[in-house]
């Protein structure tokens, strides 16, 4: 195969923007960067408009999951249980993969990208398969290993795949799924995780020596199972990877449990229950299966009781909300962020009857986490138009044309918040302590 060529743009779009994933209102960049944004110099194009659209018709502006293992190793299960709600005994009767499967995330998601679930047999050292293009125009890859099967084969192709992967795009990120645990003890899940982490790492290892520009990699390895929320929690470190603000949301959410009695938060996408953030405390699968329980009450209760003609899937808005009592002294409140998001919590019971301090410190949260979305969705346009036309994104806006979107010269955006460092800062919005 050809190495990569550095000189066409459209193929390094995501490699050079750190593979983030879109997330937000929006669903692509084509309708956002419009011919009077352009103009206006937010993306930094300038006279360029015709070039910069034909280059955008050469993209597919959605970043892309791959779905990689032998056959049988449960790609399809995974992908129809975590993000189209099947339940886990229905896929039983799926049939095998023998072609490329595109699902897009996106139309009910807040997360937008899109799982391409890759048949076992595809060889990819053949010319005809075009791996360079696909690698490049991919964000992540999750490798799945059937744990019940003899795993050797799998680690051989686990081996080209890494390889061929990391020859296109050293900053795509990778993950190894052992999946089908559910029949194991807990000591032969240890003995196959420790087995094929050994074996993993000295092939990364033997791979940075020949190329050390890859020093920084890194992969992942997760326990999975599609009859628990194993899944669901591995799916959520994988996107929590591909989330440029994550460190933000986490310390927002910090600062949320420190201030309103809270023992643990959660900020979920309702569709699919991937939790893209949670605070600094340990994850206990417990708490996590309970509010995954507790979203599947609320989007339930809510579709019988929302007249059909207002429905809308999911049910989530702003003024979603819904608390539950259990019976071992705990609570488990919700609330939602916006259509896609949700923000889930465990406290005690005792911590409901600050409830008025909870509500205002979840209002000061949800308008920071909006505004840092607004912002992330400015900065990948401007990234990805710079990087079509080869222009950092730092060129300065002519002086006769007004930015859209941007700070003033007193460091406001046009809702006058100030922003430092790209983060920001919330004026009369102070966090509400008891």
């Given at each position: 195969?050809?190495n990569?060529?550095?000189?066409?743009?459209?193929?390094?779009?995501?490699?050079?923007?750190?593979?983030f994933?879109?997330?937000?209102?929006?669903?692509?960049y084509?309708?956002?960067?419009?011919?009077?944004?352009?103009?206006a110099?937010?993306?930094?194009v300038?006279?360029?408009?015709?070039i910069?659209?034909?280059?955008?018709?050469q993209?597919?502006?959605?970043?892309?999951?791959?779905?990689m293992?032998l056959?049988?190793?449960?790609?399809s299960?995974?992908?129809?249980?975590?993000f189209?709600?099947?339940?886990?005994?229905?896929?039983?009767?799926?049939?095998?993969?023998?072609?490329?499967?595109?699902?897009?995330?996106?139309?009910?998601?807040?997360?937008?990208?899109q799982?391409?679930?890759f048949p076992?047999?595809?060889?990819?050292?053949?010319?005809t398969?075009?791996?360079?293009?696909?690698?490049?125009?991919?964000?992540?890859?999750?490798?799945i290993?059937?744990?019940?099967?003899?795993?050797?084969?799998?680690?051989?192709?686990?081996?080209?795949?890494?390889?061929?992967?990391?020859?296109?795009?050293?900053?795509?990120?990778?993950?190894?799924f052992?999946?089908?645990v559910?029949?194991?003890?807990?000591?032969?899940?240890?003995?196959?995780?420790?087995?094929?982490?050994?074996?993993?790492?000295?092939?990364?290892e033997?791979?940075?020596?020949?190329?050390?520009?890859?020093?920084?990699?890194?992969i992942?390895?997760?326990?999975?199972t599609?009859?628990?929320h194993?899944?669901?929690?591995?799916?959520s470190?994988?996107v929590?990877?591909l989330?440029?603000y994550l460190?933000?949301?986490e310390?927002?959410?910090?600062?949320?449990?420190?201030?309103?009695?809270?023992?643990?938060?959660?900020?979920?996408?309702?569709?699919?229950?991937?939790?893209?953030?949670?605070?600094?405390?340990?994850?206990?699968?417990?708490?996590?299966e309970?509010?995954?329980?507790?979203i599947?009450?609320v989007?339930d209760?809510?579709?019988?009781?929302?007249?059909?003609?207002?429905?809308?899937?999911p049910?989530?808005?702003?003024?979603?909300?819904a608390t539950?009592?259990?019976?071992?002294?705990?609570?488990?409140?919700?609330?939602?962020?916006?259509?896609?998001?949700?923000?889930?919590?465990?406290?005690?019971?005792e911590?409901?009857?600050?409830?008025?301090?909870?509500?205002?410190?979840?209002?000061?949260?949800?308008?920071?986490l909006?505004?840092?979305l607004?912002?992330?969705?400015?900065?990948a346009?401007?990234?990805?138009?710079a990087?079509?036309?080869?222009?950092?994104?730092?060129?300065?806006?002519?002086?006769?044309?007004?930015?859209?979107?941007?700070?003033?010269?007193?460091?406001?955006d046009?809702?006058?918040?100030?922003?430092?460092?790209g983060?920001p800062?919330y004026?009369?919005?102070?966090?509400?302590?008891?």
């Amino acid at each position: 195969m050809n190495n990569v060529n550095s000189e066409d743009p459209t193929r390094q779009v995501y490699s050079e923007l750190g593979n983030f994933i879109p997330t937000g209102y929006q669903e692509n960049y084509d309708c956002e960067l419009s011919q009077s944004t352009v103009a206006a110099g937010t993306c930094g194009v300038g006279n360029h408009l015709p070039i910069f659209q034909n280059m955008l018709s050469q993209v597919d502006e959605k970043p892309k999951i791959l779905l990689m293992g032998l056959r049988r190793s449960g790609k399809s299960s995974i992908q129809r249980v975590v993000f189209h709600k099947m339940a886990p005994n229905e896929t039983l009767f799926l049939e095998s993969t023998h072609k490329i499967e595109k699902n897009d995330v996106s139309e009910c998601s807040f997360i937008k990208f899109q799982i391409w679930d890759f048949p076992g047999h595809i060889d990819f050292c053949d010319e005809t398969f075009q791996s360079e293009a696909i690698f490049l125009a991919s964000c992540a890859i999750i490798f799945i290993i059937d744990a019940q099967d003899d795993y050797h084969a799998a680690l051989t192709r686990l081996h080209a795949t890494l390889e061929s992967a990391f020859r296109f795009n050293m900053n795509i990120k990778f993950e190894v799924f052992i999946h089908k645990v559910d029949c194991l003890s807990d000591d032969q899940k240890m003995d196959i995780q420790r087995d094929i982490t050994q074996h993993v790492t000295s092939v990364l290892e033997d791979l940075l020596c020949e190329q050390p520009s890859n020093a920084g990699i890194s992969i992942g390895f997760h326990l999975t199972t599609i009859y628990d929320h194993s899944i669901f929690e591995a799916f959520s470190k994988v996107v929590q990877k591909l989330i440029p603000y994550l460190e933000a949301f986490e310390h927002l959410l910090n600062i949320f449990i420190t201030n309103s009695m809270v023992d643990k938060a959660f900020l979920f996408d309702v569709t699919s229950k991937i939790y893209l953030a949670t605070d600094s405390n340990a994850v206990d699968m417990q708490t996590y299966e309970l509010c995954c329980d507790m979203i599947d009450v609320v989007v339930d209760v809510a579709a019988i009781y929302t007249p059909q003609s207002n429905f809308v899937d999911p049910p989530v808005s702003e003024q979603t909300g819904a608390t539950i009592i259990l019976n071992n002294d705990r609570a488990l409140y919700l609330r939602g962020v916006n259509q896609y998001m949700a923000l889930a919590c465990l406290m005690y019971e005792e911590s409901l009857e600050k409830m008025g301090l909870i509500e205002f410190n979840f209002c000061v949260i949800k308008n920071a986490l909006q505004q840092m979305l607004e912002l992330n969705q400015q900065h990948a346009k401007r990234e990805l138009a710079a990087l079509l036309i080869h222009q950092p994104s730092s060129d300065p806006i002519p002086e006769d044309e007004e930015p859209v979107n941007e700070l003033d010269s007193s460091g406001k955006d046009e809702d006058g918040q100030e922003v430092s460092d790209g983060e920001p800062k919330y004026q009369n919005r102070d966090i509400r302590r008891e």
